[in-house]
């Protein structure tokens, strides 16, 4: 596990950017420290004149300075991240932590620290005890102006998140880098067909987890690779995201001759899923929408009671629904050359998706025209991208459920828009173009 997480952190190129920019701090405080002469030209001022002590002395004052302000700015950081957990869901946390501006000012500041001390460092080897002009103190003051404006401008795009709509953007950001280039990308290397199934005797051997936690990935090409070799096929029961318990089943396996399996089979097997503390939205894009959901949620709730945010993160629900829909439906059976399947992982289908995405939301919406009239759009989207006939009926069940709510209301007359966005849906169902009542207008041009 260690070696997974140590692999993970040295993917993010924001880490490999960090130590970079600590490494260069100090090659170039080492050098500068050296220098001892002032040959720079007028414009830029002469450099500082002092001795050892009085150098290193400023050079603390400069780093105690640059702590301090950044101690304080993140402190004022503190109440957005409570703001948006509060207000929007506690499951943006991470994601507001892994995409906050003040990320990109930290760099900075670690080339103006890692500077500052390796010139202390440096000055405190040197035995000169002169007055002479040092530019190491110069540069270090220049680093820190620029680390302190880049913090400024990046503060002031954090005010950015207390927007909704850059917050709902930021998630979907996050479901489509995880459905388009993490997923699609990894299958789309694998043999796979939906329509085939793997059939194991009652008597497989369990795959059993090796630690308490959710499911965060499963390495089907490793997992297909190191069934490959062994002769054995596998059977994944629980989908990405689900928590499990350290030795409860999830998945069997059988060798292809029959027989029993040795241990260590079974533990390489388990190897290739990924289980972690909490949920990684990198490749498990039903907890972005989850976190939609809960922002649909809590703007319906009696004490916000604000049908607009619901609506708008409905409309990135909707966009997501048509992502959704390309990815590959049913399980995820990895087949062989001869077409038997040797991977099988259980996979949501759209339908599934759809039910997370619109249940909450309907529950809480109270009837609101609002709200239905989006939910109507997502029943659209998805029956119109839906590749599988159940996924269409799921989107057709929408629709009715919608009409119901319609219905079961006193007061009709507020939903004549509503209803007249049902025809149209109901006409793009039966593959029509057009309703009733727009074919009875006089400005069509004829088809």
């Avoid at 067909?193 to 009652?202: E, F, G, M």
């Avoid at 928590?243 to 241990?263: E, F, N, R, S, T």
Wanted: aromatic share 6%; hydrophobic share 50%; proline share 6%.
């Amino acid at each position: 596990m260690s070696v997974r997480l140590l692999r993970r952190f040295f993917r993010e190129p924001y880490w490999w950017v960090l130590g970079g920019v600590i490494a260069a701090g100090v090659v170039l405080g080492i050098a500068l420290a050296r220098v001892q002469s002032d040959t720079a030209p007028g414009i830029f001022g002469h450099a500082w004149p002092g001795d050892l002590d009085d150098t290193r002395g400023a050079l603390g004052a400069l780093l105690g300075f640059q702590i301090t302000v950044l101690t304080i700015v993140l402190s004022l950081n503190a109440p957005f991240i409570q703001s948006a957990a509060n207000q929007y869901s506690p499951r943006l946390v991470p994601i507001y932590l892994k995409s906050a501006p003040l990320r990109r000012a930290l760099p900075f500041f670690a080339l103006s620290s890692s500077f500052i001390l390796a010139a202390i460092r440096e000055l405190g080897v040197i035995e000169d005890h002169g007055v002479r002009p040092r530019p190491v103190l110069s540069v270090a003051i220049f680093l820190m102006v620029v680390a302190l404006c880049l913090l400024i401008v990046f503060l002031v795009r954090t005010f950015r998140f207390l927007r909704v709509e850059r917050v709902l953007g930021l998630v979907q950001h996050l479901i489509v880098s995880a459905t388009e280039r993490r997923i699609q990308a990894r299958l789309r290397r694998l043999p796979l067909n939906p329509a085939v199934a793997l059939r194991l005797p009652p008597d497989a051997p369990a795959l059993l987890a090796a630690a308490s936690g959710y499911l965060a990935d499963v390495d089907l090409q490793a997992l297909t690779r190191l069934a490959r070799r062994w002769g054995v096929r596998v059977r994944v029961c629980i989908t990405v995201g689900e928590y499990i318990d350290q030795g409860d089943v999830v998945g069997w396996v059988v060798a292809d001759g029959g027989g029993p399996l040795d241990a260590h089979v079974l533990q390489e097997l388990t190897s290739t899923l990924i289980i972690t503390a909490a949920r990684e939205p990198d490749c498990d894009p039903s907890l972005g929408l989850r976190i939609l959901v809960d922002v649909a949620n809590r703007a319906l709730n009696s004490s916000s009671n604000d049908p607009y945010t619901a609506r708008q993160a409905l409309q990135q629900i909707r966009s997501v629904m048509r992502r959704l829909a390309g990815l590959p439906q049913g399980d995820w059976n990895v087949v062989d050359p001869d077409g038997r399947v040797r991977v099988s992982l259980v996979a949501l289908r759209l339908r599934d998706y759809l039910f997370l995405a619109v249940d909450g939301p309907l529950h809480s919406a109270g009837g609101d025209p609002e709200v239905l009239e989006e939910v109507l759009q997502i029943a659209l989207t998805v029956g119109l991208a839906a590749r599988d006939v159940e996924d269409r009926a799921a989107a057709h069940s929408l629709l009715a459920r919608v009409l119901a709510e319609v219905q079961a209301s006193p007061d009709q007359a507020r939903f004549h828009r509503l209803l007249a966005q049902a025809e149209r849906v109901r006409a793009s169902f039966q593959g029509e173009r057009r309703t009733r009542v727009e074919r009875g207008r006089a400005d069509w041009l004829p088809d």
